[in-house]
């Protein structure tokens, strides 16, 4: 997806004011990646596909009131900012361990009064389970563990949003059948060689 395209994309599933938040959040990243090392200079250049829009399309798997929104590892803020500045009625729960990234993300909540979205600045292991409506996480560590660390947050109506990169399907036919029968794999929106693990449920105890 070009980032022509990208910008598109969002323009089709957001109004005008959450695309001008989106504009400013990639004026910020830019502005901060100087300061610490959020994103690669590369997906920088290219923020709106790599980032904005990857990020938003999982919108498109969920229904529209499902929350709250567990994000695991946001980093920089994906996907689970870009879902707190595209939906900012939802109640979304960012987690992040590393001090200053939990800094720059507190930063831009207060920055686009995310009332909703909070930032949960310690390890995912570390905080107190809630019944999430959804659980998202890219790059944030194998499925295996993953599910390990996560299921906790997990209720028989769980949507599970798992951006994966190329490994989706592999890393899914590693796991046992419960699991794979719970999961699937859909192609991304933004990277024709990347795909989302999509599931619902509790997986079963390992
Ligand atoms: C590779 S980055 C991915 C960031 C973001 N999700 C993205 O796709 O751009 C993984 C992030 O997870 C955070 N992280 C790793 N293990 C964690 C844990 N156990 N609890 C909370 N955050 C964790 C790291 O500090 C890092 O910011």
New binding site residues.
């Given amino acids: 997806m070009s980032p022509e395209q990208a910008r598109s994309f969002c323009a089709d599933r957001c109004d005008a004011e959450t695309i001008s938040r989106f504009a400013e959040f990639v004026d910020m990243l830019a502005s901060e990646n100087e300061r610490q090392n959020l994103?690669s200079s590369a997906s920088l250049a290219d923020a709106w596909t790599r980032h904005i829009a990857d990020s938003l399309q999982l919108l498109d798997h969920v229904s529209r009131e499902t929350s709250p929104w567990l994000d695991?590892?946001?980093?920089?803020g994906?996907p689970g900012l870009v879902i707190a500045l595209a939906r900012p009625e939802l109640e979304v729960v960012l987690?992040?361990?590393?001090k200053r990234?939990v800094e720059w993300l507190e930063e831009v909540c207060a920055r686009f009064s995310l009332s909703k979205c909070r930032v949960v600045g310690?390890?995912?292991?570390t905080i107190e389970s809630f019944p999430a409506g959804v659980i998202s996480?890219?790059?944030?560590?194998p499925l295996a563990k993953l599910l390990r660390?996560s299921a906790r947050f997990s209720t028989p109506t769980t949507t599970w949003l798992l951006p994966k990169g190329r490994s989706a399907a592999q890393e899914l036919q590693e796991q046992s059948q419960a699991i794979q029968a719970m999961f699937h794999v859909e192609q991304s929106a933004t990277d024709p060689e990347a795909a989302i693990i999509i599931g619902h449920g509790r997986p079963p105890e390992s």
């Fill in positions: 994103v695991m590892g946001t980093g920089a994906f987690v992040e361990s590393r990234r310690s390890r995912l292991e996480a890219r790059a944030f560590a660390l």
